[in-house]
């Protein structure tokens, strides 16, 4: 299985700029989407294939990397983001990260 | 508007089998593949399995020997069984929408779009 790690956690300001790393144990080309769960609900979508915006999803949000090196970005953050974010691989059977919990100060 | 609901029996006996339907909307299950996706109290998310739109399925390695998704393409329904339950097993069962991107004229699944609000299981006597 892939393995993807992530931090597990940080705080940040409303209007700063957060960047979310999330690392695979192998490659996984651009194979790689980014979801926000807020407490008590269901995932969602936000990036997918590593930097497309999903539909609806605010601009602030977007992605990069490729190979084993992804970053989620939000900026600027504001407080309706305070969410744990997801990393998940689809280069082979489905694996998600642990999980980086984002609080906003 | 894209819907996804799942239902079941939240407590289930250890050694028992959990059985849980989820029943969509606003698309259809030969148009569109299904996973499976739990997530224990407090951690991560686990991939279970996916049932494509041609009604074949794919299963966590992990899970395989104990895992079934079929479904009912009529009730626009797919369903998960699993048995020998135990603790370990203790979840918020999520049904998820696969949305597949085209992206250079090649196919990419496993990306979950919509996903339902999810069934909390328990396993006790």
């Known amino acids: 299985d892939t393995v993807l790690t992530q931090s597990p956690a940080l705080a940040v300001s409303p209007g700063e700029r957060v960047t979310i790393s999330c690392r695979a144990s192998?490659?996984?080309?651009?194979?790689m989407h980014w979801y926000q769960q807020k407490p008590g609900q269901q995932p969602k979508l936000l990036i997918y294939l590593a930097s497309n915006l999903e539909s609806g999803v605010p601009a602030r949000f977007s992605g990069s990397g490729s190979g084993t090196d992804f970053t989620l970005t939000i900026d600027p953050v504001e407080a309706d983001d305070t969410a744990t974010y997801y990393c998940?691989?689809?280069?082979?059977?489905?694996?998600f990260g642990s999980g980086t919990k984002l609080e906003i100060k | 508007q894209v819907q996804l609901k799942e239902s079941g029996p939240g407590l289930v006996q250890p050694s028992q089998t959990l059985s849980l339907t989820c029943t969509v909307s606003?698309?259809?299950?030969?148009?569109?593949?299904v996973h499976w996706v739990r997530q224990p109290t407090g951690k991560g998310l686990e991939w279970m399995g996916v049932i494509w739109t041609g009604g074949s399925t794919d299963y966590n390695s992990a899970l395989k020997s104990r895992l079934s998704i079929s479904r009912d393409t009529s009730k626009s329904q797919v369903f998960l069984k699993m048995n020998s339950l135990q603790t370990e097993d203790i979840a918020t069962y999520y049904c998820a929408r696969d949305s597949g991107y085209y992206y250079d004229g090649t196919y990419y699944p496993y990306v979950m779009d919509a996903w339902g609000q999810g069934a909390s299981v328990t396993v006790s006597s």
């Open positions: 192998e490659s996984v080309s651009t194979l």
């Open positions: 998940q691989q689809s280069w082979n059977d489905p694996t």
């Open positions: 606003g698309f259809s299950l030969t148009s569109y593949n």
